[in-house]
């Protein structure tokens, strides 16, 4: 019997009114069982042009639409992703393997991001600045940049190409799109609902292009002049690829890569708090966030007691299907995925770390091409080379520590950057953590867990997280240019610096 996923998925695009460019280059797949949703067509070298010659033509169009009207469109795509959120969701389950009410809440991410991009419309704001010249004014604006190359990961196929192109296009941008391999018909649905939304608002054709290919086509793109921005999301490794190349031709990124995020918990912790924070940080999203918590900095007087409740925990943890709604823990994108998994568990325990749970393959009779998991925690020694890498799967090391400072210090002491958190009730504790002198992540909180950011913040990370930021504050900026205008409206020409000449 087939799975029913097929039919949500096939309905769900047609909601959506996507035409599928069927074929035999990609295949549409579903970790839930493992099997083929459909074979796609990857854009061709003609199609490719096309996208990146109409993207062009249709920008001169767009930049000269005023800001608050190009935040029509968006106004009308959060409608429609509001109407067609049940659908989106589906597909979201259906090639990522999320929950239903996690998928939910990415597309939910969508629609908040459009919400803010409309009301950024109207508050692109510059800067006005004295001149030290008598009768001149200084000023800065902000101008579009042109077409915006987006490449994105898996994990989040739709939200973060949504904080991107909702703010990108509210700047005058126009937006040419590389999603995963691994989500392409969440990618297809997506843009067939902007496309709907810039018909609906009389935009210009051409705002936006798909691209359909795996990862020679992100290479392609971030070598192409005609895209001044590549803004890219994905592992650690892709932007040390992506950011050279796009370098060498004095391109701009936002590079949004890999996370090894850790929260320490407090003596003073309010322990049943931590519990859940830790807990769906951890396993959410079968640990396959770039938020995803990794690493549990404990204080020793504490860390007994609140490891074994977080075992027990786990324990009760519903893995499964995640489409009958009845799961908390859907399964790995793949097996290689899997493999990765229990490679760096044998690492851990080679470097001394104590199994305490999980790592085990579930329900692989059942689905033999899927990978579900029991969510592992190792206790270990200290952070040794493999605590210090992200494995994309739900693998959380616990480690102790006596003083603050010891724990901030191991806290930073990985190459990632993205997100961090603090479980304390000590005021003085919780403002360290987050001062000059505490995490060095481009998301610090307290009493929450790493993951689950919302939209109205800067999103992104430092070091090897690449140092991006997107979706809300003055992330917008990245996705303008900025020109500094000083007018003369006397009749003098005075020279700055009292310069004299002529
Ligand atoms: P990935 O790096 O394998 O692929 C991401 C995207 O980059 C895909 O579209 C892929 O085709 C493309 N790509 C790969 N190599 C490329 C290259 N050399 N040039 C151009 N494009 C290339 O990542 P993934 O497995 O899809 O996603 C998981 C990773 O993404 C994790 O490391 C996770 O932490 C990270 N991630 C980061 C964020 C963030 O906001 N920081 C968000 C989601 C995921």
Redesign the pocket.
Known sequence: MTHPIHDQVRSALEACGVTVPEGADLHARTPITGEQLMGLRATTDAEYETALTTAGEAFTAWRDTPAPVRGNLVKRWGELLTEYKDDLAALVTAEAGKIPSEAAGEVQEMIDICDLAVGLSRQLFGRTMPSERPGHRMMETWHPLGPCGI??????PVA?YAWNTAVALVCGNTIVW?????TMLSALATDALLGRAAKDVGAPEGLHHVVIG??T???K??DDERLPLIS???????GS??GP?VAARFGRTVL????NNAAIVAPSADLDLALRGVAFAAVGTAG???TTMRRLIIHEDIAEEFTERLVQAYGTLTIGDPSTGESLVGPL?HGGAYEGMTAALAAATADGGELLCGGERVHAEEYPEAYYVQPAIVRMPGQTEIVRT?T?APILYVMTYRELDEAIAMHNDVPQG?SSAIFTTDVREAERFVSDAGSDCGIANVNIGTSGAEIGGA???EKH??GGR?SGSDAWRAYMRRATNTVNYSNELPLAQGVEFL
């Open positions: 490449i994105t990961a898996f994990n989040f973060p590389k999603p995963s391999e691994a795996d990862r086509l992100g290479e793109m971030s890219a999301t994905g592992s650690t490794r892709m690829e992506v190349r949004e890569l890999g996370g396959q966030r770039c994108v992200e994309f993205l999103f992104g990370g997280t690449g997107e």
